[in-house]
């Protein structure tokens, strides 16, 4: 198991040197931010200079060259619209960015779990079919619509909640739903459907015949295969959520990464994407190695020792 | 029974946790809402409006500009003009930075020094680039030259020379003092938490008036729908970033007012270096194709101004015999065919994708133009490839726009002058008038040159005139706040109503 991790980390260098070619490429396939940096009046030849003290004169190799070479030793740059050191922006956010994934994963998952499991045991009941419409209704509600809503049901008319900002848990509540509503439906419909499938296996008529209280059926030996697929979802989901989350973070106020990386694309703040792009490749691989850990647990039939 | 009450007790505890945060306030404490964080907090180097405001109630300038653009002193005590070309101020006395460094003639020439200096990149020294130097004369009193005779001068000073502390600067550097920043204005930086707030606290020896309020809290929320309900809920004091159609909302709520400060003054560019645009005719054709009465009311439930030449009916130096172009198609299309393009034209029309009511405006335009028989294909870009094309001359017709500040020279300079930008329009006679509106002091006689430049762009259509769209900042109903024309949110005048 612990060869296995190691040789997984070994991998995500590999994933992470990847993702960073890709988007250093891309962003300067886009252009360079000079002309941004500088007022509309500037000469041609100020536009040159700063062009030049930016290091964007160089061959892109050179450029990507020297990028990495000072990102080896943790030094990602200064942002060049905020004028400080980019990796300070990046963790000064990734807080709230974690703090709302899990939040809404949380809540996602608490109800998703039980109206999946009780909508598969009441199948075709009245119960099954409302929980599944509202499941729907769940998926197709556009996050940037639901939270307004709330905002002003919420907040505008019953006063309960603050509008916006972060530092509560009142003020959390509204994102974290907005943004785990439509997960909550994905997970429920999932674990619906994985669970028909596992209530229909022959082990579960075994264990029923066994005489076993149904509850133990579901909980025990249904629910604990059910939860492959969910964890592999859900584990990807959460890598989404952490920079994924831009219009909730612009409809509360909410200071995360994901704004703050749609501010640095159009700005073409390259350090600064570079630095989120980089943050976000590593919890990305990181949520998947523990999904895969997560496997052992759930089915100890996975063993990844046997590998080698 | 006993589940019962466990349940309403959870559930009332439940509220209590939840709801209480965030609803109470401190009598002392202002909250303003942006649409954007300050992206530094060191005046010199940014001149974006949101990060300019905060900084505004950190920093102060040598003068405080008026909305006719004239000026009030603020660190200045008394100021003459030793010749056209220089400027003999001095300072109040006894004035200290927030650090208790003094504030004196040296301390002025270290800043006017500083917003040239490379490092910084500062975007507004382009606006104090006529001033040529700072001689300090003693602790108190210094010059200050032009190359030639500058009108705006101290207009421009009033706004873009923010004076900081030398010795601080030395000890910190540049990058510690955008985050850190130490200035002599109304309030002091307390603390700033990258992405929620950033929390000033009133200087106590301040030199000026003593703000009312001991803690302004500047947050950001960047959806308008949000900052509304902020401020209509209590917890935001001012906002800004108001669309015209959420104004309505505000003060049918009861709880808040709105007050104007500046305008946002859009206009349809166009490259009269290239066919058909070549042509006067065809550039007039498109101002008489606009129907601006209509998207006014449309769009703006008629609180717009129309335009009637380049310059800002708000501004100094506007003609007001001029009339808006009425909206008559027909006269659109005669003049399309005595330019030789009786079946109409086909043109590109590029607009900025960040500013969504531009998107209905560029859209409203379009429609209007294909009426007189210009097709228009609707080019949308996002915001740096807008930029750079448009720098790389390459927009046929484009919508841009610039704030209708009260002093002609803050846009028509940069807009109009070749020296500035001759991306899409030079005219010699334009340029010399510009030369001229700088340098003439006389107040009457500066006005007449601006008429006349007003007047000649107004026949020679560089830009299809559109229109100034006032903008607001919603206010608490709690909260005594005018806004200002130059658009920043200068805390130090607000007060408790009544």
Same mark, same amino acid.
């Given at each position: 198991m612990l060869q296995y991790i190691l040789k997984r980390l070994w991998h995500t260098v590999y994933v992470v040197v990847g993702i960073s070619l890709i988007s250093f490429f891309f962003i300067h396939l886009s252009g360079d931010p000079v002309q941004l940096m500088l007022p509309g009046d500037a000469s041609e030849k100020e536009v040159d200079e700063l062009r030049e003290q930016l290091g964007f004169n160089d061959p892109l190799y050179l450029q990507y060259a020297r990028f990495a070479s000072k990102a080896i030793q943790g030094d990602f740059g200064q942002s060049l619209y905020y004028h400080v050191p980019v990796m300070e922006l990046v963790i000064e956010r990734l807080p709230a960015s974690l703090e709302l994934a899990v939040a809404a994963m949380l809540f996602a998952l608490v109800l998703a779990i039980p109206i999946g499991i009780i909508s598969a045991v009441k199948r075709g009941s009245f119960l099954d079919m409302g929980s599944m419409f509202g499941a729907l209704l769940g998926l197709s509600m556009p996050h940037f619509w639901l939270g307004i809503m709330l905002m002003l049901f919420?907040?505008?008319?019953?006063?309960?909640?603050?509008t916006s900002g972060r530092g509560t848990m009142a003020q959390l509540i509204m994102p974290a739903v907005s943004l785990g509503l439509s997960l909550m439906a994905m997970f429920a419909r999932l674990t619906r459907s994985v669970m028909l499938e596992v209530l229909s296996l022959d082990y579960i008529r075994t264990a029923r015949a066994k005489g076993l209280k149904e509850q133990i059926v579901i909980a025990k030996h249904a629910l604990k295969n059910a939860l492959i697929p969910l964890v592999t979802v859900a584990g990807m989901q959460f890598g989404f959520l952490i920079g994924g989350t831009v219009i909730i973070e612009t409809v509360f106020g909410w200071p995360g990464l994901g704004r703050l990386v749609v501010q640095a694309i159009f700005s073409r703040d390259y350090p600064l994407v570079q630095a989120i792009v980089f943050v976000l490749s590593l919890l990305f691989v990181g949520m998947n190695l523990l999904v895969d850990i997560l496997y052992v647990y759930l089915d100890p039939q996975i063993s990844y020792s046997a590998e080698k | 029974m006993k589940r019962l009450c466990l349940l309403i007790l959870a559930s009332l505890a439940l509220f209590f946790i939840f709801a209480s945060p965030g609803l109470t306030r401190d009598a002392d404490t202002l909250i303003v809402v942006q649409e954007s964080e300050p992206v530094g907090l060191d005046l010199m180097r940014s001149s974006l409006q949101n990060t300019m405001s905060v900084c505004y109630n950190i920093h102060d300038t040598l003068f405080y500009p008026q909305q006719d653009a004239s000026i009030k002193p603020a660190l200045s005590d008394k100021w003459e003009q030793i010749d056209d070309l220089t400027w003999k101020i001095t300072l109040r006395k006894g004035i200290t930075f927030h650090n208790g460094e003094p504030v004196n003639a040296k301390a002025v020439k270290f800043s006017f020094d500083r917003i040239f200096d490379p490092e910084i990149k500062?975007? &507004?020294k382009g606006k104090l680039s006529a001033f040529k130097e700072v001689k300090v004369l003693d602790d108190l009193s210094f010059e200050i030259k032009t190359e030639k005779p500058f009108a705006p001068g101290l207009y421009m000073l009033a706004i873009y020379l923010p004076i900081v502390p030398p010795e601080y600067i030395k000890k910190v550097g540049n990058t510690k003092f955008n985050t850190d920043p130490v200035g002599c204005g109304p309030y002091q930086l307390s603390k700033w938490v990258r992405g929620e707030s950033v929390i000033l606290t009133r200087y106590e020896n301040y030199y000026g008036l003593k703000p009312f309020y001991g803690k302004v809290v500047f947050k950001t929320i960047p959806e308008a729908t949000s900052r509304v309900a902020a401020l209509i809920t209590g917890e935001a004091d001012v906002i800004s970033g108001i669309a015209v159609h959420q104004r309505k909302k505000i003060l049918s709520s009861g709880k808040a007012y709105l007050t104007s400060q500046m305008g946002v003054m859009p206009y349809l560019g166009? &490259?009269?270096?290239?066919?058909?645009?070549?042509d006067v005719r065809v550039r007039q054709a498109l101002n008489y194709a606009i129907n601006r009465e209509l998207i006014n009311k449309a769009l703006f439930n008629g609180k717009a101004i129309l335009c009637n030449?380049?310059?800002?009916?708000?501004?100094?130096?506007?003609?007001?015999s001029l009339k808006p172009y009425p909206y008559d198609p027909a006269k659109a299309k005669a003049l399309l065919k005595e330019a030789g393009y009786p079946d109409g034209i086909k043109v590109r029309l590029a607009y900025p994708t960040y500013m969504s009511q531009i998107q209905e405006q560029t859209e409203a335009i379009a429609a209007n133009l294909s009426e007189a028989g210009i097709q228009a294909t609707l080019e949308p870009f996002e915001r740096a490839v807008m930029w750079e094309r448009y720098k790389a001359k390459k927009h046929q017709l484009y919508i841009y726009w610039w704030d209708d500040a009260?002093?002609?020279?803050?846009?028509m300079y940069s807009l109009f002058h070749s020296k500035s930008r001759d991306y899409y329009y030079k005219n010699e006679e334009v340029d010399t008038l510009l030369d001229k509106g700088r340098t003439i002091l006389d107040r009457a006689q500066r006005a007449k040159v601006y008429n006349q430049i007003d007047q000649l762009l107004y026949k020679d259509c560089p830009w299809a005139f559109l229109y100034v769209i006032p903008e607001v900042f919603g206010v608490s109903n709690t909260v005594f706040y005018e806004g200002n024309r130059d658009g920043f949110l200068n805390m130090r005048w607000a007060k408790p109503k009544g």
């Open positions: 919420f907040s505008v008319e019953l006063g309960w909640l603050p | 500062s975007p &507004n166009i &490259n009269t270096y290239e066919k058909p645009f070549d030449g380049p310059i800002s009916p708000r501004t100094f130096g506007n003609d007001p009260p002093e002609p020279d803050r846009y």
